[in-house]
Each structure stands twice: as C-alpha cells, then as structure tokens.
C-alpha cells in the first residue's frame, strides 16, 4: 500500500512538472522557478531560515 502511495506521488509529479514546463515554453514566464522556491510563503520561509 505505501509503495502504491510513492508511485502515485512520482507520477503526480512528473506530470505536473511537465505541465509546468509547458506553460513556461508557451508563455516566456519563470513557472518551473515557483514550484522550486519557497520565499513566497512566509511561514515556510520563516521555519527555514530560522532552522535548529
């Protein structure tokens, strides 16, 4: 059951990544950097720069 779940989630994945990149090569816009970057969310950005 787990390894059904980490399949799913790797394709999920790719699909979305490669649905990300497509709309980057028809629009000239930076989407692939968003799904990579996390300073836009203020809490995660808080909880990572202020690691243990």
Do not use: C, Q
């Not at 779940?5 to 990149?21: E, P, T």
């Amino acid at each position: 059951m787990k390894w059904r779940a980490f399949i799913g989630g790797i394709i999920s994945g790719i699909i979305m990544s490669v649905f990300l990149k497509g709309i980057e090569e028809l629009t000239h816009l930076r989407v692939y950097t968003l799904l990579l970057n996390v300073d836009y969310i203020p809490l995660l950005k808080r909880v990572t720069s202020n690691g243990p």
